[in-house]
Structures are given as structure tokens and as C-alpha cells.
């Protein structure tokens, strides 16, 4: 049985190496044709956002402007399902303001009529998480040539890059460099599609949002350029993924300090304690003289040399 076990495994193991020999030769001789996104494909734009580092805080006012991109700009098409109008005032904005932002926002929460029981709409609450801008999936891809606009709750978590990548696709986007269409001839950008270096595969649906300075006018005096407009959303959508981020840099430098101050005073302890002191080693085990007495006296009474 162990033979015949042994045999099945020795001609699998034989049909697995023939096989990683075989694609070895075929990679080889034939290897992968280069795509263009191997060679046109940028990494994120290197930007700093006041969020980023162990020692990252929030700039309110940011936000705030962040905020009034998004719903200027981006909910038009991107929902924001995991956020509710009452989690701005996290931000800075008061009971208030926020009763008036919900209640004023272009899309109204579904509803049922209390009188028919029918499907109705009414304004939203400060409760309601952000209504999405369209009914449903078929709805958003009708409208966005087929192409369904991902939710922008946790974009920088989910997104390789985070603030940095959402900052630079929205100020990515540039005409099909020559030098691409002359090594690939066949890689010109699909009709309904628009050429951005920093999407993984060059070509993305959503057209350029943000297009002209002052497409925004800020409150507060800022002077709203593209890429002033493009830091602002992507540090309000940091919030939007990580709300809690000044908390946890706080409690971690906390607990990085405890821990410091804890190891220092436990190797003073040490010194004061324990570094002086001498310890003995009692023999014990077969090698106790004890022992190897008493081992050496059963060998002789039971006959046995050595």
C-alpha cells in the first residue's frame, strides 16, 4: 500500500514538473507582448495633505471646502452611502447648518406615503446617510455610458495611493501622449473614455470634473484653482474613510509613549535589583554526584557493567 501510495505521488509530482518546465520554455520562447499601461502608468502624484503621518491632523477648514466640491461637483454622480449629514459636524459645522444642508440637498431620501402606502420622496434629515444620486445600479450606468460611478465613502482606503491617487486622477487627466500611439498604434483611447497616466489602465470613464479655476466659489476666500479644488475633495474624503484619525494618532502616540517610559523603568528595576546578584546552580538531574552514586550501585546489584 505504501508503495503504491508512494508511486501515485512520485508521477504527480512528474506531471507537475513537466508541466512548470513546459510554461517555463513557452514564457520563454513566446514571452507576454508589453501593454502599455507597463510603460505609460504613473504613480500617484507625490503631495502632502496635513492628514498624512503618524503626527496627521485634520485642517477643518479644508474639509469644509472638500465638502462643497463634493456636493458642487462629485454627487452628481458619487454616492457617499456610509456617511450621514449629522457626521459633518465633525468637521466644524453646527446643528444648524447641517438641518439646513440636509434639507437642502438636490437628491430627497425614498419614502412611503403614509396615507396610499405608495413610493414617495421626502427632504432628507439630519439622521439620513447621504441619498445616492441615482434610484439604483441600472440607473447610474444609463446615465455614465454603462459605467457604474464607485462609492467615494472609503475611496482613499480602498485606492492604492489613498489622497494621493484621487488627487491625481482628478488632475490627470491630458490629451493620448504621442510616444504611446507611436509604440502602440492600437492603443488610442475608446470612444467615451478619456486618456489619465495615473489609472491603472489609461483610460477611464469619468470625465475630467474639475475643469476650469473657479468652478467653486469658496466661502472663505479661497482662491478655488484646480488643483486647490483637487487637494480639498481628497482630504474631505480622507475624512469620509477615516474619521476617527486624530483619535488613533493620539491614543498611538499614547500608548508609543507609555510603553517607553514603562521599558525605561523596567530595566532601571533591573539594575537596582537584579544586576548584582549572584545565582547558583544547584546540580541536579543524572549528573548529580548523588545520583550517579545511586545509578552506579542498582548497576552492580543487578549485574550490569558500566
Known amino acids: 500500500m505504501r508503495f503504491i501510495l508512494g508511486f501515485i505521488g512520485a508521477v504527480f509530482a512528474g506531471v507537475l514538473m513537466i508541466a512548470f518546465i513546459s510554461n517555463l520554455a513557452t514564457y ?7 501593454l502599455p499601461s507597463d510603460e505609460f502608468h504613473l504613480p500617484p502624484k507625490d503631495v502632502h495633505f496635513s492628514s498624512d503621518g503618524v503626527f496627521g491632523r485634520f485642517d477643518n477648514r479644508q474639509l469644509q471646502r472638500g465638502f462643497q466640491v463634493y456636493s458642487e461637483v462629485c454627487s ?4 457617499l452611502k456610509l456617511v450621514s449629514f449629522r457626521d459633518l459636524k465633525g468637521i466644524g459645522y453646527d ?12 437628491t430627497q431620501v425614498p419614502s412611503i406615503n403614509p396615507d396610499t402606502g405608495e413610493n414617495a420622496t421626502r427632504k432628507a434629515l439630519p439622521s439620513d446617510t447621504f441619498p445616492p444620486p441615482f434610484p439604483n445600479e441600472v440607473a447610474a450606468r444609463a446615465a455614465n ?4 460611478p464607485p ?5 482613499t482606503k480602498a485606492r492604492e495611493g489613498g489622497a494621493h491617487y484621487v488627487y491625481s486622477i482628478l488632475t490627470g487627466f491630458q490629451n493620448e501622449p504621442a510616444a504611446l500611439l507611436k509604440k502602440f498604434p492600437d492603443a488610442k483611447t475608446p470612444p467615451n473614455l478619456h ?22 466659489q469658496y466661502q472663505d476666500g479661497t482662491k ?7 487637494k480639498d475633495v481628497a482630504a474631505f474624503l480622507v475624512w469620509t474613510a477615516q474619521p476617527e484619525l486624530e483619535r488613533r494618532h493620539g491614543t498611538g502616540l499614547a500608548v508609543s ?11 532601571l528595576a533591573y539594575q537596582q535589583i537584579w544586576d548584582e546578584a549572584k545565582r547558583t546552580v544547584r546540580p541536579t538531574g543524572p549528573l548529580d554526584p548523588v545520583n550517579q552514586a545511586k545509578t552506579r550501585r542498582a548497576k552492580a546489584k543487578a549485574g550490569i557493567s558500566g
Open 224 to 230: 478655488p484653482t484646480v488643483d486647490q479644488m483637487a
Open 257 to 267: 509613549i507609555f510603553l517607553l517610559i514603562a521599558t525605561i523603568l523596567g530595566y
Open 76 to 79: 452628481a454622480c458619487h454616492s
Open 28 to 34: 520563454f520562447a513566446n514571452p507576454p507582448a508589453p
Open 195 to 216: 486618456y489619465n497616466p495615473y489609472f491603472p489602465n489609461l483610460n477611464i470613464a469619468m470625465p475630467p470634473p474639475l475643469t476650469t479655476d473657479g468652478q467653486v
Open 145 to 148: 455610458n454603462n459605467a457604474l
Open 95 to 106: 446643528d444648524a447648518e447641517i438641518k439646513k444642508i440636509a434639507s437642502d440637498w438636490k
Open 151 to 155: 462609492d467615494l465613502s472609503l475611496i
